[in-house]
T-cell receptor
Framework: DGGITQSPKYLFRKEGQNVTLSCEQNLNHDAMYWYRQDPGQGLRLIYYSQIVNDFQKGDIAEGYSVSREKKESFPLTVTSAQKNPTAFYLC????????????FGPGTRLTVT | ELKVEQNPLFLSMQEGKNYTIYCNYSTTSDRLYWYRQDPGKSLESLFVLLSNGAVKQEGRLMASLDTKARLSTLHITAAVHDLSATYFCAVDIDNDMRFGAGTRLTVKP
């Protein structure tokens, strides 16, 4: 079965700790994305990558970092510099051609106390 | 900068009624997407609209796109409780996809 997996589903951390969220896809998609969703809000783009070893900042990249060493994987690190890291994090992937439709993983809910 | 606005943001409907959700966007694009999100869950793709005049239907939902007016609509026919969810539209320009704030739909018996 093709799809996107994110782990873990729930993550709890203390303030000041870095944490890495996993995102893996076996859809053979070129592009991958990370979004943040706060309660009752829409999605905001953190980082995206259209090709291996290349990525660009989205609207809210401060306090986050990513890597794209393999086509299938796009991990997101939430650093201690991120002021309000508690949120629902969604990973998505798409082809770099029409229809550019993004497919979403199940999400990781991060709570930092 | 591309802006995407949905209205209404909250919608409470009676079962069996019809209603329309609107999605306006600020910059010319012919790539528009509708997603559904259930509480605590991820986003599920509903419709992909890729040209002016495109119309797609699935069950009680029908989506359309007017690129000249920069407007997409999601029409709900004879609503049922199972349609209760948050619906997002998203517009893509050069792989920069922007989401609306979402319309939280509640269908009551």
């Amino acid at each position: 079965d093709g799809g996107i997996t994110q782990s873990p589903k729930y993550l709890f951390r203390k303030e000041g700790q870095n944490v890495t969220l996993s995102c893996e896809q076996n859809l053979n998609h070129d592009a991958m994305y990370w979004y943040r969703q706060d309660p009752g809000q829409g999605l905001r783009l953190i980082y995206y990558s259209q090709i291996v070893n290349d990525f660009q900042k989205g609207d809210i990249a401060e306090g986050y970092s990513v890597s794209r060493e393999k086509k299938e994987s796009f991990p997101l690190t939430v650093t201690s510099a991120q002021k309000n890291p508690t949120a629902f994090y969604l990973c998505a992937s798409s082809l770099n051609s029409l229809p550019y439709e993004q497919y979403f993983g199940p999400g990781t809910r991060l709570t930092v106390t | 900068e591309l802006k995407v606005e949905q209205n209404p943001l909250f919608l409470s409907m009676q079962e069996g009624k019809n209603y329309t959700i609107y999605c306006n966007y600020s910059t010319t694009s012919d790539r528009l997407y509708w997603y559904r999100q259930d509480p605590g869950k991820s986003l599920e793709s509903l419709f992909v609209l890729l040209s002016n005049g495109a119309v797609k239907q699935e069950g009680r939902l029908m989506a359309s796109l007017d690129t000249k007016a920069r407007l997409s609509t999601l029409h709900i026919t004879a609503a049922v409780h199972d349609l209760s969810a948050t619906y997002f539209c998203a517009v893509d320009i050069d792989n920069d996809m922007r989401f609306g704030a979402g319309t939280r739909l509640t269908v009551k018996p």
